[in-house]
């Protein structure tokens, strides 16, 4: 039974930072495809940033060059760096993995999703 656990999120000011950790438990990611997700409210799930096995990245444009993905494989953690913050970063995020190998922002490609975080950005 594969189980990701999100946290770390929680209130913050614009221009603030946080990070988020996402758990992995069920299998073993060092083969395997991972990503970040948010859901702002009233809106569309969209995807953040993705890691692959080689520790390939890429994001958003929407957070590239404040939001930074990484992984810990022996710890089976994916992290999520949040800095510069902005009111319009408020969403639940999400963390999900595939068994696949590939670089994706696009939900519906991965299998597997936590329960989400919540990130609030006050200005």
């Known amino acids: 039974q594969v189980q990701l656990v999100e946290s770390g999120g929680g209130s913050v000011q614009a221009g603030g930072s946080l990070r988020l950790s996402c758990a992995v438990y069920?299998?073993?990611?060092?083969?395997?495809?991972m990503g970040w997700f948010r859901e702002p409210p009233g809106k569309e799930r969209e995807g953040v940033a993705s890691?692959?096995?080689?520790?390939?990245?890429t994001y958003a444009n929407s957070v590239k060059g404040r939001f930074t993905i990484s992984k810990d494989s022996a710890k089976n953690t994916l992290y999520l760096q949040m800095h510069s913050l902005k009111p319009e970063d408020t969403a639940m995020y999400y963390c999900?993995?595939?068994?696949?190998?590939?670089?994706?922002?696009?939900?519906?490609?991965?299998?597997?999703w936590g329960q989400g975080t919540r990130v609030t950005v006050s200005s």
């Open positions: 890691i692959d096995s080689d520790s390939r990245t």
């Open positions: 069920g299998y073993s990611f060092s083969s395997r495809s």
């Open positions: 999900a993995a595939d068994e696949r190998e590939f670089l994706s922002l696009f939900r519906y490609d991965y299998k597997y």
